[in-house]
């Protein structure tokens, strides 16, 4: 099989290579190039130092602390999917790496020092896993740790060994695992025992770091397969211990429906769940973390979980501080897990709905009735009941009407244009009486017909203050 880069990439190492220098294509572009994906950033490795290679490529600029040196592309007249990094303002950047080999670690996480490495051997050495551990000449494929057989049988398998590099680097543990379940690959035998012998040195790497990689499992098509493997390898217990605590909780109870113990409902849930947003699918995950702690049987075998979504939501709250979650994401994981309880109940009323909107918010009640579909199928329920249809009608029509002044088409500028006159009583009793008609449904809630309006009533003189 003939293997191609892309334009750019070939005009690169081209460039190098006249200038004397060696230059591969390296890593998992190398590996995604192999496996027919598209491939996210093309990194290169040489024996030009970082100097030599920014005196090649004038644009680029050096950062010293990976050693690293980005060459901007200007993406125009190539093809895009080989760049997507870049937008239209914002150039592709390939990253040049110098040989390094692996220096010592005494932080699980960190070389002491970057040391440069004199060969393609020695960097492809210090590499994660054999398949990230090919290298590409622009004809041939250097494989010195039998990347392309574990390509071939799908499989995970350390470079080395792999007690010693997963205590070197503690994030190539969760890198596995990820890869694994983006890949659809299984983690070799020896590697993954190595996992469960290392799993507590995850706790010396950065919550931001362990973020991204929940991220991109949650992302993946089969992200309960992932948090499963996450279970088994031993790295639940270290990095999620909330999502750990629920299983063997049990929820079977007379008065209960359920079927299966807090955990696997869990896993169950997120399985389910409709959505393809990371955020959703972890709210997922964690929407009855506080059941494990607000746990009660009485006498009669009862059990109750009082409160458990109060408790989840400051469990969940917790969370996204260790791992340094934005604010707009924690939020979000807050409220959904904090509202997921909310009532379908036929008897209530209009209000009790709009309250229901504002306290989810608007922006998030799709994404909430997606984890009541997960929470519902993962507790062996039907996707649905006539209840929650008629729920998501009544949603729907409690919109229509606005909600407050705030929400009318129109404002207060527009009522002073039209008055010709400034701030005052006049402008909030305009708006009242917009609103009135709105909400009676006199008149709907479309920016012409209340400009319309506005007009009509100056010229009635229907306002006076
Ligand atoms: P992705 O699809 O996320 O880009 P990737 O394998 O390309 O996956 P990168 O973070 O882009 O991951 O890293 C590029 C390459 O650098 C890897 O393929 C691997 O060879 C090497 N690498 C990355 N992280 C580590 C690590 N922690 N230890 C050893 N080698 C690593
Ligand atoms: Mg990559």
Not at 171 to 184: E, G, N, Y
Not at 222 to 241: F, H, N, Q, V
Not at 276 to 291: M, N, S, Y
């Amino acid at each position: 099989m003939k293997f191609e880069l892309p334009k750019q990439a070939k005009e690169l190492m081209a460039k190098m290579k006249k200038a004397g220098f060696e230059c591969y294509a390296v890593g998992g572009c190398v590996r995604d190039m192999m496996l027919g994906k598209e491939t996210k950033d093309w990194d290169f490795t040489t024996n030009a130092t970082p100097e030599a290679i920014q005196s090649l490529f004038p644009d680029s600029f050096y950062d010293n602390k990976f050693g690293t040196v980005g060459i901007p592309f200007d993406v125009k007249g190539s093809e895009k999917s080989t760049f997507a990094k870049a937008t239209a303002d914002k150039p592709a950047i390939y990253e040049v790496t110098t040989y390094r080999s692996e220096g010592s670690y005494s932080d699980y996480r960190h070389p002491d020092k970057i040391v440069f490495g004199d060969s393609l051997e020695e960097d492809l050495d210090r590499r994660d896993f054999t398949i990230n551990a090919l290298a590409f000449d622009g004809t041939k494929i250097i494989d010195k740790h039998n990347g392309i057989s574990d390509l071939v049988k799908k499989l995970i398998r350390a470079v080395g060994n792999p007690e010693k590099r997963f205590s070197e680097d503690a994030l190539r543990m969760l890198r596995a695992v990820r890869l694994s379940v983006q890949l659809m690959f299984s983690i070799e035998k020896k590697t993954l025992a190595a996992i469960g012998i290392n799993s507590s040195l995850i706790n010396k790497i950065s919550g931001e770091r362990i973020r991204d990689e929940l991220i991109k499992i949650l992302s993946s098509r089969k992200p309960a397969m992932g948090i499963m493997l996450l279970k088994e390898s031993g790295l639940l217990k270290e990095i999620l211990p909330e999502v750990e605590k629920c299983f063997g909780i049990e929820q079977q109870s007379p008065k209960r429906h359920h079927i299966y113990d807090v955990g696997t409902h869990l896993m169950k849930s997120l399985e389910m769940c409709p959505s393809e947003d990371p955020i959703v699918r972890l709210a997922t995950l964690l929407h009855d973390v506080g059941k494990a702690v607000t746990f009660k049987k009485t006498a009669e075998g009862v059990i109750t979980f009082y409160n458990h979504e109060i408790v989840g939501a400051s469990i969940v709250k917790n969370f996204t501080q260790r791992f340094h979650f934005s604010k707009k994401d924690s939020q979000r994981l807050i409220l959904l897990v904090h509202y997921h309880q909310f009532t379908v109940d036929a008897r209530q009323t209009d209000s009790a709905v709009r309250r229901f909107i504002r306290n989810v918010g608007i922006e998030n009640v799709a994404d909430i009735l997606d984890l009541r579909v997960g929470d519902r199928l993962g507790g062996g329920a039907r996707e649905t009941s006539w209840r929650l249809e008629l729920f998501k009608k009544r949603l729907i029509e409690v919109q229509k009407q606005p909600f407050s002044v705030a929400d009318l088409k129109a404002d207060g500028h527009d009522v002073m244009k039209i008055y010709k006159t400034g701030p005052g009583p006049l402008v909030g009793a305009v708006l009242n009486m917009l609103f009135e008609d709105v909400v009676s449904g006199k008149l709907p809630n479309e920016k012409e017909v209340l400009l319309k309006r506005i007009k009509d009533l100056k010229k009635e003189s229907k306002i006076s203050v």
